[in-house]
């Protein structure tokens, strides 16, 4: 792997350029065709999951009664071999049904 700067200054230029995800997109079309799959999915899996945060998160934390956690929760929509295709981060206390519509 090339060194550790290197391929954080990269991301950055990535996410400067608000590219990442048109990469991650191109990535998963290649994955799926090395497969022997179509590139787009043609079907998706939604999930939810509640990481615990640290007290220097902030306003960005909520409470997950359901979980009894504080932090935040992650909405994912991955293809069938498990691609990201999908990804927002919410509060816990994020309701997931209102997240489906984003």
């Given at each position: 792997?090339?060194?550790?700067?290197?391929?954080?200054?990269q991301t950055?230029?990535?996410?400067?350029?608000?590219?990442?995800?048109?990469?991650?997109?191109?990535?998963?079309?290649v994955?799926?065709m090395a497969?022997?799959?179509?590139?787009?999915?043609?079907?998706?899996?939604?999930?939810?999951?509640?990481?615990?945060?640290?007290?220097?998160?902030?306003?960005?934390?909520?409470?997950?009664?359901?979980?009894?956690?504080?932090?935040?929760?992650?909405?994912?929509?991955?293809?069938?071999?498990?691609?990201?295709v999908?990804?927002?981060?919410?509060?816990?206390?994020?309701?997931d049904?209102?997240?489906?519509?984003?």
């Open positions: 792997l090339p060194p550790w700067a290197a391929v954080y200054q950055q230029r990535w996410l400067a350029a608000e590219c990442f995800t048109d990469v991650a997109g191109d990535l998963r079309a994955l799926r497969g022997d799959r179509k590139p787009e999915p043609s079907a998706v899996i939604l999930d939810s999951r509640t990481l615990r945060s640290s007290p220097e998160s902030g306003e960005r934390a909520g409470y997950d009664g359901a979980k009894r956690k504080r932090g935040s929760k992650v909405h994912l929509a991955v293809d069938t071999p498990g691609h990201v999908a990804l927002h981060v919410t509060p816990a206390d994020a309701d049904r209102g997240e489906v519509d984003r």
